[in-house]
């Protein structure tokens, strides 16, 4: 691995029983780890679920699961969040852990795998990218959206038809790789001040 090469944390942020996250998740990382220049963490909010009370001394269930998942969210230099669409919105438990980090995502880039019914998810992704604007993140234009993503996939894991998604993804990936090698270049040289 060069110093060149980037960490990208791969967040799936639905917790719900019976959820498509993972496989959207799966998905995006093997494309995510076809690229040279990415090493990738799948960090899949399932397994590191945060208390909704946010207190000045955590509990120890939450500094138990802050000291597996902070230091993962502090070593990227770039995020791809993989969101479903609730209510017209992203998933409580994403906003859980958005809100219990702050320095984490500051002068980093954040990119959007979003999917859902009609909307693909696009709602969510709205409300977001003003979200991680508020944390000093910077959102990537381009993103991967899945309308009736169940309908999708085939039994593999794998999009029925490939093109659109993947060219996306790929399109997604170049912007994320310039933003995060650009602004840690920026935090090296001099720290960011919010």
Do not use: C
């Not at 998740?25 to 093997?30: C, D, L, P, V």
């Not at 990738?40 to 955590?58: G, I, R």
């Not at 438990?93 to 954040?110: E, G, M």
Request: proline share 6%; no cysteine.
């Amino acid at each position: 691995m060069s110093k060149d090469t980037l960490h990208l944390a791969v967040i799936v942020s639905s917790v719900r029983e019976g959820r498509f996250g993972p496989v959207v998740g799966r998905w995006f990382a093997g494309r995510a780890k076809g690229r040279e220049n990415f090493t990738v963490d799948v960090v899949d909010l399932a397994d590191h679920m945060l208390p909704a009370v946010h207190s000045h001394t955590p509990s120890p269930d939450a500094l138990s699961v802050l000291s597996e998942v902070s230091p993962r969210l502090e070593a990227a230099d770039a995020y791809v969040v993989v969101t479903p669409e609730y209510n017209h919105s992203y998933p409580a438990a994403l906003k859980q852990l958005i809100d219990w980090h702050y320095t984490q995502w500051r002068a980093k880039p954040v990119g959007f795998v979003s999917y859902g019914g009609v909307s693909g998810g696009l709602r969510a992704v709205e409300h977001l990218r003003q979200v991680f604007a508020e944390l000093h993140a910077v959102s990537v234009r381009d993103g991967v959206s899945f309308h009736s993503a169940w309908e999708r996939f085939d039994e593999g894991g794998e999009p029925k038809d490939p093109a659109g998604p993947e060219g996306a993804a790929e399109v997604m990936l170049d912007q994320l790789g310039w933003w995060a090698s650009t602004l840690r270049r920026g935090r090296a040289a001099a720290p960011y001040r919010a």
